[in-house]
């Protein structure tokens, strides 16, 4: 009997069904899937969902990703957890116990930003214990389902993008959340497209997060045979490379193309061949699609090619320069008059948006501080005890993943958490995680799917031995 390697849990053509041997899921663990279904849809439409509604609906929509995991993490702590989920909340706690000092001197300027800022560092590993908790391999398709969501909502992301490519500056579509006009971020003629997220950024990690999330929701298609399969794979690879362009950010491009580099490179060593072929198929697939785009809408294009500005060779080390050089060594720079501290400033004061529950930190933006990298945000918020902190825990995640990793014997399921741990490492080294809550979650949420993958890998090998075993691994 094989839970991981064939599909025994298979039900209609559009909606899986449990059948003999499956798990009923328990109304806990289908709320905590319906919320991380609605968590991830906050994500991905909060842009659009702001342009549409009155900006005091708007506000409301800033904060319902915040809202939905702060009910999430209510759940998951009336819900038993099993041993990853209950390793996950432990160190989730550890973390926010040390940040009390930073969370304490805070609250000196203003304590609504106190809580801004926990939030911002403490929060969102919410979304991996949630994962551990909700899914287990006696029932994949309400995992299934949340990669579905995910994979299938390139669809219409990248229709929007495209609409915005081809739509005015003035157009409503392509103002900003606040009204405003967007021009001023156009390159070559064209906008910098955000598609249906806040801004540019957002919408490029998204497009981060789907270089595991596609592959992640073509396995579980596979698995569940769903129809047309096989025919999605070159239509969402191809809406995929679009995106990645037409957003106009080296950011996609060359964050993709290092997630992805990264990812072959541990699938090669520790997935097998096969994982490293469907790499490489998928590559090439995209590369063909992006070719015969470019050369019947060069439009699309437009934007990237303005910045790059030369050789896409030239362009994708001066963009490796700027995020990895200064963003890495750069921890001074910009703090003259503001020289780094034991415990810095004020946690979420460098976030987006704290400006407007703060006074405290609309005084520091309005002195002309931004702090755009991850790094010294951190430094500046936390000082060097938040540093250390901060980026420790960073590390143990990366290494916690990579020690799960290692354990999956299926290769099908390691090569799927290659592509996950390849997104993790890469945005734990560099991303803006301690200030972009949708980059978090992103982060978080393929955390969990590694996890979830150990999991389903561990149950799979203890259900040759014992089926009591199985009961016990499963939480049962």
């Known amino acids: 009997m094989n839970l991981i390697d064939s599909p025994r849990i298979v039900g209609g053509k559009r909606h899986a069904t449990i059948k003999r041997g499956a798990v009923p899921m328990s109304k806990s663990r289908t709320l905590i899937h319906r919320l991380l279904c609605l968590i991830i849809l906050s994500v991905v439409f909060e842009g659009i969902g702001r342009k549409l509604l009155p900006h005091s609906l708007g ?31 432990g160190v989730m706690g550890t973390l926010a116990a040390f940040l009390l000092p930073c969370v304490l001197l805070t609250a000196l300027h203003d304590p609504l930003l106190a809580v801004f800022g926990l939030k911002q560092y403490a929060l969102f590993p919410t979304i991996a214990v949630a994962m551990c908790l909700a899914y287990h391999p006696h029932n994949l398709s309400q995992i299934f389902t949340l990669f579905r969501l995910i994979g299938l909502s390139v669809i219409i ?10 739509l005015p500056a003035a157009n409503w579509l392509n103002l900003s959340v606040t009204g405003d006009d967007m021009s001023g971020f156009s390159a070559g003629g064209f906008l910098r497209v955000s598609s249906t997220f806040s801004f540019v950024g957002q919408y490029c990690f998204y ?20 129809r047309g399969a096989s025919l999605q794979v070159p239509v969402l690879v191809g809406l995929f490379g679009i995106g990645m362009y037409v957003t106009g950010s080296r950011g996609s491009v060359v964050g993709n193309a290092t997630i992805l580099g990264l990812a072959g490179i541990l699938s090669a060593f520790l997935a097998g ?28 294009f437009a934007a990237y090619e303005a910045r790059s500005a030369g050789s896409e060779e030239v362009s994708h080390r001066r963009e490796i320069e700027e995020r990895v050089k200064s963003g890495l060594l750069g921890w001074i720079s910009g703090t003259e008059n503001a020289p780094p501290t034991l415990f ?100 978080w949420l393929a955390v969990g799917l590694v996890a979830c993958l150990s999991h389903f890998d561990r149950v799979q090998s203890q259900e040759k031995t014992s089926p009591r075993r199985v009961q016990n691994a499963c939480g049962l």
């Open 344 to 443: 810095g400033y004020g946690l979420g004061v460098m976030t987006n948006g704290s400006q407007k529950l703060s006074s405290y930190a609309a005084s520091w933006r309005a002195s002309g501080f931004w702090t755009e990298s991850d790094q010294l945000s951190t430094l500046f918020e936390g000082g060097w005890y938040l540093v250390l902190i901060w980026y420790g825990f960073r590390a143990w995640t990366v290494i916690y993943c990579f020690g799960l990793l290692l354990k999956i014997r299926s290769l099908k399921l390691r090569g799927v958490a290659c592509l996950a741990l390849g997104f993790i490492i890469v945005i734990g080294a560099v991303g803006t995680l301690g200030m972009q809550p949708p980059l978090a979650i992103w982060w």
């Open 157 to 166: 992301t990248t229709l929007v993008a495209v609409a915005q490519n081809r």
């Open 59 to 89: 506000i409301v929509l800033f904060f319902l990703k915040d809202i939905l995991t702060v009910i999430l993490l209510l759940v998951c702590l009336s819900t038993k957890p099993n041993a990853d989920a209950a390793r996950l909340m």
């Open 273 to 300: 061949k096969r994982a490293v072929a469907n790499l490489l198929v998928f590559a090439a697939l995209g590369a063909v699609i992006i070719t015969g785009v470019r050369s019947l809408h060069p439009e699309f």
């Open 207 to 226: 497009l981060n997060a789907l270089c595991y999330g596609l592959p992640t929701y073509f396995y579980f298609s596979t698995l569940f045979r769903q």
